[in-house]
């Protein structure tokens, strides 16, 4: 399947951005695959909080920066990476991001993006923009099937649940 762009959805603060991650957890399944992309301190890992929130993790989510890789446990297993201070596409072996991809949980990748030929098949894509008035845009990019339903049903319960300004 091709590439592609599905839309895009606004959020104007981190509340709204934690609630949006939100709303994305229950649409979850196993194996599911999110890559987040965008500057530091685009919101990355604020839309991960809510997400594992959403889950029922409830220890606190952290941004796995240093880690790497920090697993939390929800109504699915969340890997959460961060690959930013990853040097080398090898060094995914060494951090067992192959097996999380399979491992029956969920995982969210920020930074991703680096090592773009060792993403999975199919998988959901979110590029954050951030606008002049801290508004963060998250534009979703479907690379497959998979990634193409998961953006679709998130699309509609955001704009479901969006509040008439
Ligand atoms: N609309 C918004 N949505 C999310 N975060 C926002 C928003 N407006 C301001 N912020 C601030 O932006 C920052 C986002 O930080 P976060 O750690 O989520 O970024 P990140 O993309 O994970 O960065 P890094 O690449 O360093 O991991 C927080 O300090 C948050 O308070
Ligand atoms: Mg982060």
């Not at 895009?8 to 399944?29: D, Q």
């Amino acid at each position: 399947m091709a590439i592609s762009l599905k839309g895009a959805i606004a959020s104007r603060t981190e509340a709204e951005t934690i609630a949006l991650g939100g709303m994305l957890a229950p649409l979850l399944e196993p194996d599911d695959v999110i890559a987040l992309s965008g500057d530091l301190g685009a919101g990355k890992t604020c839309l991960t909080k809510g997400v594992a929130s959403g889950l029922g993790v409830v220890e606190h989510v952290t941004s796995p920066t240093f880690n790497i890789m920090l697993e939390h446990h929800g109504r699915l297993t969340l890997y959460h990476f961060d690959l930013y201070r990853l040097e080398r596409a090898d060094q995914l072996e060494d951090i067992d991001f192959f097996a999380a991809l399979e491992a029956g949980g969920a995982c969210i990748i920020e930074w991703g993006e680096r090592f773009p030929e060792r993403m999975p098949e199919d998988y959901l894509a979110v590029e954050i923009s951030i606008a002049e008035d801290d508004t963060r845009h998250f534009t979703l990019v479907a690379y497959g099937p998979r990634g193409d339903r998961l953006a679709n049903a998130w699309l509609a319960t955001a704009e479901a649940g969006r509040v008439a300004p």
